[in-house]
């Protein structure tokens, strides 16, 4: 019998189990057996006392201390001095806290959980099941009883299904702190509530699943509603049929990625009255889509689609002659397998009364398409924003045919035009409001300031001349003469239509220095309906200047900043989203807070 002890002892002190557990799983087991024993022997009737042998005492749970043992003693003291310290650490303390008022709120009954979890067999170990009693080994997975006692795999089972899943606590409503001062400082949200407008707007978005129609909405809330879902990726064929409606004029659907074929017959057939179609993403849009278009003869006049490079380019030239004559707008996005020079040509001869025309990044088209667009008299608003690298002559060629028709004009990377552009612009265009020359390396500051210096055109209501500057990147500082939009020509655009000015964009045009900037927001300065303003790698701009621009620009919504990393410390006035500012210390009314990157 001791040496069955023995090997026990060394197995167990090998998972790290005491002596003192071993003797109490010992004496455990020993009182067991006892009891099965004595339940196995027959009833026997105990003598009845004597009378004057009977003692009317209560029986007593505890032995009187003249039963209890020297070891008894001991394990006693040791037990309550292990309660004492529990009693005294953190987790005890914790605990309490969490059930003052309960039922149960006792420091003692508390202490004693404590020090019984604390007992359990660790990982790896041998325990007794609180319910079965079987014998098993106790993994991380091991759940507790009702009693704070493990469970063997069997019990666990049939403990969980017992047990009543709580519900998980709902999320608040509202978003967080975080993701609110983000939204505002990205010009993404407004301080204050919403209009009931709106609000009701993202509220049919979120339940989209569950309209059944739109009913007399306007078309300002449809087109709303189509670039909220666009977002959310939700425009699917059952969502599209809430935007179909016969009597309507115009559809705008800003993500057409997960529409099929079917779904742009069903557009053209359930709208015979359509007048413009705007659709984005159509990938899947095929030749069989346009020559129904062309077949139904629809009265489209604006043409607005953003990849469709499944059509080829026999039937985009099938199509401008059969109904060019009566389109009015036309807008091309992200072509590269189709729409080359001859088509273009088609579109010129045939879309006579064509007033406004768009191309961006259209990877087929060169000078022979620039040349067929000059020859475009009713062009009114023209934007061009091609990946082919092109000559100086057609452009100026455009500028010089319809520049004196103009009311907006957009060149994008045409890093070839020089200072002969600006001048033909300054000579032909009397009517331009928007105006963009981005990205490009060669006009000189003194052509643009010459430009604006009395030019007889009405003051600009957009202006845009990102990364007109000097690419050299051995030479920072640029030459000697300005390249792009520098200093002269900042002020005098400004002088020129800073009082109409609503959108302007400086981005990366690093040469424009810090007098300049302290001359167009001087303090008498005022420019009432900037609204946007983009002076991002425009690395002068400092906490001053940020101030300065404030107080010049009442109606000022939206500030760009990347790359001004001088601006550390402002304080923005209400209603307006600074972007882009990195480590600067902003202070929103009164409430100071770290830039949310």
Known sequence: MLTTIKGQAEDKRSNNISAVQIRDDYDRRVAEAARENVGEQPEQPEPEPEPEDVEMEEPSAEPTPEAESPEDKAKKRKRQQAIERIKKSKDFARRKARRTGEPDDDDDLLADEIMNEKQRPLPGQLGNCEICGKRFTVTPYSKTGPEGGLLCAECSKKHASGEKKTAPKKRSAGISRRQNQSALLDGLASQGTQSLLETCIKKVAENIADVEEFGDLPPPVMNRLSQILARRRAITSTTLDLFIRPQNREINIYDCAKLDTDDYHKILALMPSLNKLNLRFVTPMKDRIFEYMMDRGLPIEHLHLDSPNLVTDDVWRRLFVRLGPRFRSLKLWNLDSAFDDETVEVMAKHCTQLQRLKFKHLHKIGDKALEAISTMKTLEHLSLHISQETSV?????????????????????????????????????????????????EVSDQALATLFIDWPNPPLTFADFHRTRDVDMSNPAGPEEPIGLASNAFMALMAHSGSKLRSLNVASCRHISYKAYEEVFSEHKRYPELKYLDIAFNGVVDDYLASSIFRCCPAL???????????????????????GTVGAKLTVDGITQKELV
Do not use: M, W
């Open 393 to 441: 002559e057609p452009l100026n060629q455009i500028i010089s045919n319809l520049g004196s028709n103009l009311r907006s004009l957009s060149l994008e990377e045409f890093y070839y035009a020089d200072d002969r552009l600006v001048h033909l612009i300054r000579e032909k265009c009397r009517h331009l409001t928007k105006l963009r020359l981005a990205i490009n390396a």
């Open 557 to 579: 919504t939206r500030l760009v900043v990347f790359g001004c990393f001088k601006i550390r410390d402002i304080k923005i006035p209400r209603g307006v989203a600074v972007i």
